[in-house]
Antibody, heavy 124, light 109 residues
């Protein structure tokens, strides 16, 4: 079964940059990293789930929710089946648990595979 | 982006109760509405997709209904393990810029 393993927790200062990762493995026969969209989901402390954006590793098509456009960068390296979420200048309000999730390429597919989450803490 | 409004934001109920959570979309999303359950410190788990399609292994006391803009999740007889936070997710958009509802925290009365 598809597994997503995320990078470890990070503690950063405001203004610093950060790139967290999500590595996929365990593909079923006939499937590979290019068979999925990879989404990033934010969960701020004690708050709900927020869909940040997605990337299609096959062609690097990337889309962002309006709230996150210009705030983060999503990328992927299909040669190592890894997606990334990156900040150029962190703010305290970026403190959150970030999940990656995989969904199929068909219209209406749901995020059925989730990483374990990466906790990002931004504090001076 | 499509907006999702979920209600109530919190509720308390007793074991054995029937519970209903509602999710409203800002535009027609056909049947593309999923429900997730999240317990503290755990990854969200999909219960239902396409409004009423139960994920394999999910107890039959969970059911979903609706189409267009109004959807419901019903738990027919609450069990102790059902106390959690529930989120709806519209999965209609393509490319998949989906939207979660704000969540419903279901607590023991």
């Amino acid at each position: 079964e598809l597994q997503l393993v995320q990078s470890r927790a990070e503690v950063k200062k405001p203004g610093e940059s950060l790139k967290i990762s999500c590595k996929a493995s365990g593909f079923s026969p006939g499937y590979n990293f290019k068979s999925y969209w990879i989404a990033w989901v934010r969960q701020m402390p004690g708050k709900g789930l927020e869909w940040m954006g997605v990337i299609s590793p096959g062609d690097s098509e990337t889309k962002y929710s309006l709230s996150f456009q210009g705030q983060v960068t999503i990328s992927a390296d299909k040669s190592i089946s890894t997606a990334y979420l990156e900040w150029g200048s962190l703010k305290a309000s970026d403190t959150a648990l970030y999940y990656c999730a995989a969904l199929g390429l068909m219209v209406g597919d749901t995020p059925d595979y989730w990483g374990q989450g990466t906790l990002v803490t931004v504090s001076s | 982006d499509i907006q999702m409004t979920q209600s109530p934001s919190a509720m308390s109920a007793s074991v054995g109760d029937r519970v209903t959570i509602t999710c409203r979309a800002s535009q027609d999303i056909n049947i593309y509405l999923a429900w997730f359950q999240q317990k503290p410190g755990k990854v969200p788990k999909r219960l239902i997709s396409a409004a009423s399609s139960l994920q394999s292994g999910v107890p039959s006391r969970f059911s979903g209904s609706g189409s267009g803009t109004v959807f419901t999740l019903t738990i027919s007889s609450l069990q102790p393990e059902d106390f959690a936070t529930y989120y709806c997710l519209q999965h209609n958009s393509y490319p998949p810029i989906y939207t979660f509802g704000q969540g419903t925290k279901l607590e023991i009365k």
